[in-house]
């Protein structure tokens, strides 16, 4: 599914310069300025391996959120959930609360 995602992004229009721009800064969405807004807990799982973004980055920005987390995976880049699934799966178990339930109005 993952990989479907990727590529139906990366075949749209243009999609050769976002990447481009988005790490160069020129493709700004506020996002620091909207993790530092939210109220809830966010856990960020972020690569171990040198790429783009950079693991400071993820280091700045949970330090923006007032329940941040930051999981570091091991021997990973940007797309672990392609490059190790597995581990993907396991941490995404252990961040969850299974308690919780979601409550409709």
């Known amino acids: 599914e993952a990989v479907e995602v990727y590529t139906t992004c990366a075949r749209q229009?243009?999609?050769e310069y976002a990447i481009r721009n988005l790490h160069s800064g020129r493709?700004?969405?506020?996002?620091e300025e909207r993790m530092a807004l939210l109220k809830i807990?966010?856990?960020?799982?972020?690569?171990?391996?040198p790429?783009?973004?950079p693991l400071e980055f993820g280091e700045r920005l949970v330090?923006?959120?007032?329940?941040?987390?930051?999981?570091?995976i091991p021997r990973v880049g940007a797309l672990a959930p392609l490059e190790d699934p597995a581990?993907?799966?396991s941490i995404l178990a252990e961040q969850l609360n299974p308690?919780?339930?979601v409550v409709k109005d």
Not at 41 to 49: H, I, Q, Y
Not at 63 to 72: A, E
């Open 87 to 89: 581990t993907m799966v």
């Open 51 to 53: 790429g783009q973004p």
């Open 27 to 31: 493709l700004n969405f506020g996002l």
């Open 41 to 49: 807990p966010v856990t960020l799982l972020w690569g171990s391996e």
């Open 99 to 101: 308690d919780l339930h």
């Open 63 to 72: 330090r923006l959120v007032p329940h941040g987390n930051l999981v570091v």
């Open 13 to 15: 229009s243009g999609a």
